[in-house]
């Protein structure tokens, strides 16, 4: 007998078809750089630079790649592309769920390329801007410069950390910390600030690295500063979460809000202030072939 996975046709879905986002941590992204070359030249040598970023063998995996900038454009005589591999065995399980749910795929990209899409128009008049998406088991980042994006990284923490620091600083059990995380963040006025003792060092580890990356870029363009940070995912919206971000970076920090521009019937409102969530879904639905 056939599983069932979805109910899309119950709830007045017209179409089959999607795209699908794959997940940071398990995709090897890279933004290289390389010679001036043309879209022949780059396609032949892009099996040589993907060997010496690439953790398995390439026939292991779905390599593509995009140009994002000419050197024209980059002003060092190198132009930058998109490395993105996928580990077959990754897509053959996505393509496996999708046939099960009776949907087809029409194309895949990571998460942090879709949310990127969604996100930067709620800034159209930032250039630098770092999208960081906090999700239960890693933080992903993208640094975009006037959309496009130039720096992507994967840290391994995120909610499912928050929340076992909880549980082993105050001997909490699991159900009960992921609730004091949520009810009380990191808001250091609340239970005398005992949450955020709990999972300092963790969040302080997430910034950290938000730094290196931030300084990686601004180091690579001298006269670039990043003006904004946006916080997606689900414990983006943990109580404290904006303020420690803005405290320990120095950056303006805000909740993403995918919802910007896009029209939306009434019975949708109570979606908005769970844009956060729906950064990753919205970027999908965004994109065009």
Known sequence: MPIRLSNWKDAGIRSRTVNVALPESQVFTRVIEVPQLSQRELASAI?????????????????DFSILRDAKDTGNGKMEVLLVAAPKALVERYNTILDMADLDPIAAETEII???????????????????SLGAQTTDIAILQAGILSVT??????GEALSRGVAQSLDF???QAEEYKKTYGLDKNMLEGKILGAVRPIMDSIATEMKRAIAYFENKR???KVEAIILAGGSAKL????AFFAENLGIETQLANPWVG?????????????????HVAVGLSMRQE
């Open 47 to 63: 099996q040589w630079e993907a060997e010496q970023y690439i953790p398995l063998p390439l026939d292991q995996v779905n390599l």
């Open 114 to 132: 879709a949310s990127s899409r969604s996100l930067i128009r709620s800034v159209p008049t930032l250039k630098n801007v770092m999208i960081a």
């Open 239 to 242: 109580p404290g979460m904006v």
């Open 173 to 175: 059990n699991p159900v």
């Open 262 to 278: 896009l029209r939306m019937e009434q019975r949708f409102g109570v979606l908005v202030p769970e844009g956060p969530l729906f």
């Open 222 to 224: 001298k006269t670039e």
């Open 153 to 158: 990284r994967s840290i391994a923490a995120g």
